[in-house]
């Protein structure tokens, strides 16, 4: 019976070091695998938004913004006589780029070639700006096929272009100076008109724009050639 004892007790410790020596073994009876667990993949880097150059209005400098930022001003509402004064602005822009560009060898005063140059330089870059509005929209520049610009205020008639290209020295200059004025005046006009109705921050801007530097322009011009 002592010897029984003896041999149970032995057994015991022996049982407890192979379960704890089974459990560190896979089923197998191999070696304990220790699970590797692979590290969370890093998150992809948020690619960044493409950056445009977006232009500045006259005398002021372009900036950089992120593309969807542009697109979100171009989502912004819009009313029909906001389209309507982009539509008219451009041919009336182009027709005084027309006017000025007769100046450089016609006129007979410097200060008639620098206001034509500050013309140009002033409304080519609001003719693109007034372009890309409508590219924007998806709008046409003229969906009729073409409308009568000679009703525009401000518009000059065939004629009357006709009559200046052929003018040469002071003559020019004196009919230069009287149309350019009654063209800014019209377009003055029609920015006024905009500013009251329109609800695109865009076009108010240009409107805005327009009504400014033209209105400083009518007053150089009246103070260069008084009477004229």
């Known amino acids: 019976m002592g010897r029984k004892r003896q041999r149970i007790m032995v057994a015991v410790p022996m049982v407890v070091l192979l379960l704890i020596g089974g459990a ?8 304990q695998r220790h699970e590797v667990v692979p590290p969370a993949p890093a998150a992809a880097p948020t690619s960044p938004a493409a950056l445009v150059i977006v232009p500045g209005r006259p005398g002021d400098q372009a900036t950089v913004k ?3 930022e542009v697109a979100e001003v171009g989502a912004r509402r819009y009313n029909s006589l906001d389209t309507w004064f982009v539509r008219m602005m451009i041919p009336h822009h182009t027709q005084a780029l027309r006017m000025a560009a007769l100046a450089p060898e016609r006129t007979a005063d410097d200060r008639v070639r620098a206001l034509a140059a500050r013309i140009q330089a002033s409304q080519a870059p609001e003719i693109l ?5 409508l590219d924007t929209r998806g709008l046409e520049l003229d969906p009729r096929g073409g409308h009568d610009h000679g ?3 401000g518009m000059q008639t065939p004629e009357a272009m006709r009559r200046l290209a052929a003018a040469r020295g002071r003559d020019f200059d004196r009919l230069f100076v009287t149309m350019m004025i009654e063209h800014h005046q019209g377009a003055i006009e029609m920015a006024t008109d905009l500013l009251r109705v329109g609800i695109d921050v865009t076009v108010e801007e240009i409107a805005t724009s ?3 530097e033209q209105a400083v322009e009518i007053n150089r011009m009246r103070e260069l050639f008084p009477g004229w």
């Open 24 to 31: 560190g073994a896979d089923a197998t009876g191999g070696r």
């Open 66 to 68: 992120r593309a969807d």
């Open 129 to 133: 700006q007034m372009r890309a509005w």
């Open 151 to 153: 009703t525009m205020r």
């Open 210 to 212: 327009v009504a400014a």
